[in-house]
Each structure stands twice: as C-alpha cells, then as structure tokens.
C-alpha cells in the first residue's frame, strides 16, 4: 500500500453559510473544519486543502447565557493605560463580521497556513454576498 500525500494545489470549492439564529462557537468550530479541509479525504496537514466559506447574516448569529453583554474583547495599544473592552453587544452593532472572524481565527492553527486558510472566509453582516459568480453551494450546518 503506498502512502499518497497532497501537493500544493487548487482543491477548493465555494460554500455559503447562513449563520441566522445558529450558535457562534459551534458555527466556528464547524467553519474552522471546513477551512482546514478536514472534510476530505485529501486532508493533509501542512497543506492548504480547504475550502471558500461565505457567511452570511453574521448579525443575526446566536450567543448562549449572558455572554451578549458579560463577554469581553480586549484591545491593547501598547501605551500604558490604553487597553479597551469591548462587548458582544457592541460588536454586533458596529462589526457582526469581527465576532465570527474572531471566534474562526481562535480554532485554527497558529501557523502561516492558517492566515493563508483566514483569507477564504469572507463574511457578511446581511443577506446579500458578492460572490455569485462563484456558484457557492449552500452549506447544511
């Protein structure tokens, strides 16, 4: 039996995911994997074998318990005394798209692969998603 491993190549399909009233950390985790291409059986791991995830109605996306206004984000400028914090609550009126980009970015690896796997998530606080003409298939979740 001979062991085949994935070359470097284009093995990405488009996906579209509706994340209206799904969980924020189960919808990352299951992004996170298709990313990463762990759904098929070319998987390798030092390979960029995922695939394009296109999330709509980001705003809309579910957080469990009290997390909407006890879970904090903390941004620091590296002056003393200039760390921020910042709520769900906030965030999904100014910036739906931080939350689930945040939450995908924290399940994947901490390598040069991952920023390149990052950049396949496009993510979109409405319905409405500028790659048609990738002919993405709807993505059951």
Partial sequence: MKTTLTKPGNHAK????????????????????????????????????????????????????????QKQYMFFTGWVGRERYRN?????EHRPEFLIMNAVKGMLPENRIADKMLTKLKVYPGAAHPHEAQLPQPLAL
């Fill in 14 to 69: 488009w996906h579209v995911v509706d994340a209206d009233g799904k969980v924020l950390g189960r919808l990352a985790s299951q992004i996170a994997q298709i990313l990463r291409g762990k759904h098929k059986p070319i998987y390798t791991a030092n390979v960029d074998t995922g695939d394009f995830v296109i999330v709509v109605n980001a705003a809309k996306v579910r957080v469990t318990g009290k997390k909407e206004t």
């Fill in 88 to 92: 769900v609550a906030h965030f999904r």
